[in-house]
T-cell receptor, first 115, second 115 residues
Framework: ETGVTQSPTHLIKTRGQQVTLRCSSQ?????VSWYQQALGQGPQFIFQ???????GRGNFPPRFSGLQFPNYSSELNVNALELDDSALYLC??????????????FGEGSRLTVL | AQSVTQLDSHVSVSEGTPVLLRCNYS??????LFWYVQHPNKGLQLLLK??????LVKGINGFEAEFKKSETSFHLTKPSAHMSDAAEYFC?????????????FGSGTRLQVQP
């Protein structure tokens, strides 16, 4: 158990729709990042939030956005869904600063299918 | 820019025989390197990490990896495979320079363990 929970576990959307994925991190984990894992590939970094502000982004367009809340929960929002957005979306959290062991704790992911 | 190459997409071994999963990395900085394991329908779990201390790193479940700077390699080994080791393994390099600590994953190696 990593202490990171994601919801929903599975969902199906159609092209052009919008989706919100949610993540609940361990208490005290002030940094959360999101990854996209397409079928048969390794996860790719989408972005990271630290103290409710985005402080790093991978090669993803602006229609991928996020929020981090003071209660250690976060959201990933994707607008104007495309077929290629079908993937497993992983949330990962850690402590940045004192107590940082360098380990990211991953949730089990939300599997998004876009039709 | 940093990158990771996992040299084998699929490795098959017999139970009780040694495991070798190969990984080469490229990084502009002194890298932090990790191995993660992903069992079906489970989240990513950290096996071990290298962060510029000892070059031979011991992890969980009997796995270990050796950091070889001259070869830019970080191969994962285990003396004796167990059926429960069957899973997808990812070699990962971390962007430590900016503090962002975005992870760059390899494409994965699927380990199959035959009885």
């Amino acid at each position: 158990e990593t202490g990171v929970t994601q919801s929903p576990t599975h969902l199906i959307k159609t092209r052009g729709q919008q989706v919100t994925l949610r993540c609940s991190s361990q208490s005290g984990h002030n940094t959360v990042s999101w990854y996209q894992q397409a079928l048969g590939q390794g996860p790719q970094f989408i972005f990271q939030y630290y103290r409710e502000e985005e402080n790093g982004r991978g090669n993803f367009p602006p229609r991928f956005s996020g929020l981090q809340f003071p209660n250690y929960s976060s959201e990933l929002n994707v607008n104007a869904l495309e077929l290629d957005d079908s993937a497993l979306y992983l949330c990962a959290s850690r402590v940045r600063g004192g107590g940082d062991t360098g380990e990211l704790f991953f949730g089990e992911g939300s599997r998004l299918t876009v039709l | 820019a940093q990158s990771v190459t996992q040299l084998d997409s699929h490795v098959s071994v017999s139970e009780g025989t040694p495991v070798l999963l190969r990984c080469n990395y490229s990084s502009s900085y002194s890298p932090s390197l990790f191995w993660y394991v992903q069992h079906p329908n489970k989240g990513l779990q950290l096996l071990l990490k290298y962060t510029s201390a000892a070059t031979l790193v011991k992890g969980i479940n009997g796995f270990e990896a050796e950091f070889k700077k001259s070869e830019t390699s970080f191969h994962l080994t285990k003396p004796s495979a167990h059926m429960s080791d069957a899973a997808e393994y990812f070699c990962v390099v971390s962007d430590m320079d900016t503090g962002r600590r975005a992870l760059t994953f390899g494409s994965g190696t699927r380990l199959q363990v035959q009885p």
